[in-house]
């Protein structure tokens, strides 16, 4: 299945602004509740407004205007080659059959289906996860290691070992490294430092997920499906552990769930509890 990975993609945005330059850390935005786009009036999910935020502030909240802003600034072209990067928009080559590669929209994919240039309403659908976007729950875990790991992106797998007789030893299937990134690490640091503070602030979207003495990291997302105000959304949460020694990456996603926050993120601590 593909689905639109909705806000748990803003750590992908947050990576590409300061990775290409185009951001820092510092960057902020202030959210009043809205974001107007000419004359197009966009609502946050949280209709009071954020206020002023930097970058990790507002991946703990997940707010919407603040990647507005960002995708915006940093163009969707910087966002596309970082979503291609972390392996979105391509098969994954899990040994799986039927795997679905997604779709990792772009200018090219608009003109060619609707004869019709890419806008800047397209890169604000673009930049918090929902639009053409559509990715698998592979694909997102096999980002949210990548983050985890400070860079580096896997293959996924389903062998560990083999043996070749019942009782011999176990021989390692080596993992196979498909690409290191290269992040800066002050850059991965602030975009690890917002997925923690999603789980471990009390205000963090994803605090529900919290398990008692594990320190945690991750991302919610709530991305709408189906026509326009049918109210079917998919609930994510995306998030990894330990923090600083992570040994476990998990992508989480509910069909006609509620919120990331509130049906995904309680699912979350049972799994990593």
Partial sequence: GTYAPGSTFKPVVAIAAVENKKATPA??????GYFMLGRKHIRCWYEPGHGLLDMQEALEHSCNVYFFHLGLQSGP?????MSEALGLGQKTD?????????LLPDNAWKQRMFHDAWRDGDTCNF???QGALATTPLQMAMVTATFANGGILYRPRIVLGVRETDDGPLRPVPP???????????NARIVRGGMHDVVM?????GRLAQVPGVDMAGKTGTAEYGVKGSGHKIAWMIAFAPYENPRYAIALM?????TGGTTAAPMMKEIMT
């Fill in 127 to 129: 930049s918090i996860g």
């Fill in 94 to 102: 899990i040994s799986l059959d039927y795997e679905a590669s997604g």
């Fill in 27 to 32: 960057t902020s935005f202030t959210c009043p």
């Fill in 254 to 258: 509910v069909e006609e769930g509620v």
């Fill in 201 to 205: 602030s009390p205000r963090g979207t």
């Fill in 176 to 186: 196979q490294i498909v690409r290191n990134l290269n992040w800066s690490p002050a």
């Fill in 77 to 81: 072209e910087a966002i596309y080659h």
